[in-house]
C-alpha cells in the first residue's frame, strides 16, 4: 500500500463518523454550521483520494462507493428536507 492509499483510507475512517451524523443525526449540513461545511468538504476530498488510490488497487472501490453513498444521504437529507434523522 502506497502513502496516498494509506492517506486516503485513513482520511475515509475518520471522517465517516462526521458524515453518519449529518446523515442520520443531524436536520442537515446547515444547521451545523461551519462544522457541517468542512465536514463535507473533508468527504468530497476523501473521495478524490480514495478515487486516485482505486486506480491501483482494486478493493479501494468499495471505499469510494461507500464514500459517495454518504455523501449522497448527506446531499439529500439537506437539499430535500427528507427528515432522514432520528429526531424526527
Not at 468527504?43 to 486506480?55: H, I, Y
Given at each position: 500500500m502506497?502513502?496516498?492509499?494509506?492517506?486516503?483510507v485513513g482520511a475515509f475512517v475518520i471522517g465517516i463518523l462526521p458524515l453518519l451524523a449529518l446523515a442520520f443525526f443531524s436536520p442537515g449540513i446547515s444547521a451545523e454550521?461551519?462544522?457541517?461545511?468542512?465536514?463535507?468538504?473533508?468527504?468530497?476530498?476523501?473521495?478524490?483520494?480514495?478515487?486516485?488510490?482505486?486506480?491501483r488497487s482494486r478493493w479501494v472501490w468499495s471505499l469510494v462507493v461507500l464514500q459517495a453513498i454518504l455523501i449522497g444521504l448527506v446531499l439529500y437529507e439537506t437539499l430535500s428536507q427528507a427528515a432522514l434523522y432520528v429526531g424526527t
Open positions: 502506497n502513502r496516498v492509499t494509506g492517506a486516503s454550521g461551519l462544522w457541517g461545511y468542512a465536514a463535507l468538504i473533508f468527504g468530497v476530498a476523501t473521495l478524490v483520494g480514495l478515487t486516485f488510490s482505486a486506480l
